[in-house]
């Protein structure tokens, strides 16, 4: 697959269901890049009852679907000492990123309960720290607490999860003063760029058309976290 060939760590793919009757494609990270083999991981959380995600779930080995892809711009691959930050289906984007981030690693992921997926995965990466919603593995909370309970210090964060999560991660690579790379998660349409159906707020205006508007899917979904307001 060519898709893989290009592919970065931080970028998706827009997955079409097969239906024909839901025209919109489904953004889903990359969670594993085989470059060699072409091919890619995405791991996802079925939504509910009669969703994209939940056809998909359907599928047998060996079916094929429609793929847009690699899109986004993933994230930079410099530090010496990072945190890897990952919060529910944000989780997933951070595996590709640690195996291909060469340095001190510390993954601190957030999860709600015992229900720990690709955590022997991430295991073989990294110091892995783990917050639990209620409280059954590791550090009760989210992860600002499995930090701080940890007393870990990293010199770049890189981060993605629910926006209350990348919001306290903003907070806190502003207090500690390090850059801080967040991946936002965010409802997409086209998945291209053309129907500004997910800009988020930008703190800069845009030089072409000066509104204070970023588009995720085209330029993002990674942002420095003090480009946009979460
Ligand atoms: P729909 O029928 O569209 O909606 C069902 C329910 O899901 C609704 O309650 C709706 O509000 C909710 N929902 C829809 N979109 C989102 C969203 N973006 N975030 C949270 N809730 C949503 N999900 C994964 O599980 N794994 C990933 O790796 C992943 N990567 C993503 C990367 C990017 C860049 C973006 C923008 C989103 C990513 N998502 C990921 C979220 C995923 O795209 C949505 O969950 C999916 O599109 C929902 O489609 P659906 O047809 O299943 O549900
Ligand atoms: Fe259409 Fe981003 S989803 S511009």
New binding site residues.
Partial sequence: EPVAAEAVPGQ?ISMY?NDGA?L?P??????EIDKEKGALR???????E???????SQMKAGDSLEVMGP??NGFPLKSKKAFLIGGG??I??MLELAKQLNCEKQIILGYRNSDMFLLDEFKKQGEVYIATEDGSVGTKGNVMDAIRENALEADVIYACG?KPMLRAIKVYALEKGIPCWV??????ACGIGACLG?VCQSTETDAHSHVHNKR??KD??VFRSTEVEL
């Fill in positions: 998706f269901t839901k919109l489904r953004p889903i990270s990359l969670c995405v791991v996802y959380r079925v939504t509910g009669k969703t994209g995600t939940k056809q998909f899109l986004g289906i944000g997933p984007p629910p991946s936002m998660e965010e409802r997409m997910c995720v899917c993002g979904p």
